[in-house]
């Protein structure tokens, strides 16, 4: 059974950096992309950044140029590096995964396998 597990969310200022990361278990994770949502209180959940089986990048609008999703170096998790933080990009960071075709990768409706969340929040 595929698992993920997000973790690093904290605290930061505007303009800081922070970078989270998800770790994922099971079998056949190479089947697999890896794409984080986030959502903030009162809104929807948002699409922010994916990387799919074949390591290929996809980005939100809103993070685009300042967020990087990459592979970690510890084996099966991937890391999203945000610069430039802003207080807007305040949320509940979420992991999930599917075998979803990339025409539905930014998708939520599309995800079955979540983590719980990690909270980042940017102040002013």
Avoid at 37 to 63: C, I, M, N, W
Avoid at 97 to 107: A, C, E, G, P, Q
Wanted: glycine share 10%; charged share 20%.
């Amino acid at each position: 059974q595929v698992q993920v597990a997000e973790s690093g969310g904290g605290l930061v200022q505007a303009g800081d950096s922070l970078r989270i990361s998800c770790a994922a278990s099971g079998t056949g994770l190479n089947s697999y992309h890896m794409t984080w949502f986030r959502q903030a209180p009162g809104k929807e959940r948002e699409f922010v950044a994916a990387l799919s089986r074949t390591s290929h990048t996809y980005y939100g609008d809103s993070v685009k140029g300042r967020f990087t999703i990459s592979r970690g170096t510890v084996r099966n998790t991937v890391d999203l590096q945000m610069e430039t933080l802003k207080p807007e990009d305040t949320a509940v960071y979420y992991c999930a995964t599917s075998r979803t075709v990339l025409s539905s990768i930014r998708d939520p409706n599309v995800y079955h396998i979540w983590g719980q969340g990690t909270q980042v929040t940017v102040s002013s």
